[in-house]
């Protein structure tokens, strides 16, 4: 009982410094750029997953046959969002409303299946 509590208060942690730094970053960003830049997602998006972790960790029981049913859930949900996520980013990019490059489209839609599939895990693990 006490490692699962070190490790959610670790997660917790890092999951705050992640947060703040990807805070950090955007009002940075928009307070020099004036434009929000998609690159300031990851730390969020990995804050997100490691709070997400530390109430996983906290809901979790001994049963791995309950993990393996969220976790399948959680992916399937997760996948057909992202078929929304790239259908939205194309149409976007096709009728020119955002001029993203490459690399800026794929951090922001990797960053958006991190936090999909983990607030899944979250939502499905409730009990």
Request: charged share 10%; net charge positive; hydrophobic share 55%.
């Amino acid at each position: 009982m006490e490692n699962r509590r070190t490790l959610q208060t670790a997660y917790i942690l890092a999951g705050a410094l992640f947060t703040l730094v990807g805070l950090f970053l955007i009002v940075l960003q928009l307070s020099t750029e004036g434009g929000f830049s998609s690159y300031s997602l990851t730390p969020l998006a990995m804050g997100w997953m490691l709070l997400c972790l530390a109430y996983l960790v906290s809901q979790s029981t001994n049963g791995k046959a309950d993990l393996k049913a969220i976790r399948g859930q959680a992916s399937f949900w997760s996948i057909v969002l992202t078929l929304v996520y790239i259908t939205v980013a194309l149409i976007l990019t096709e009728t020119n409303v955002v001029n993203w490059s490459v690399t800026q489209l794929l951090t922001t839609l990797s960053s958006l299946i991190i936090i999909t599939l983990f607030t899944f895990m979250a939502l499905f693990s409730r009990k």
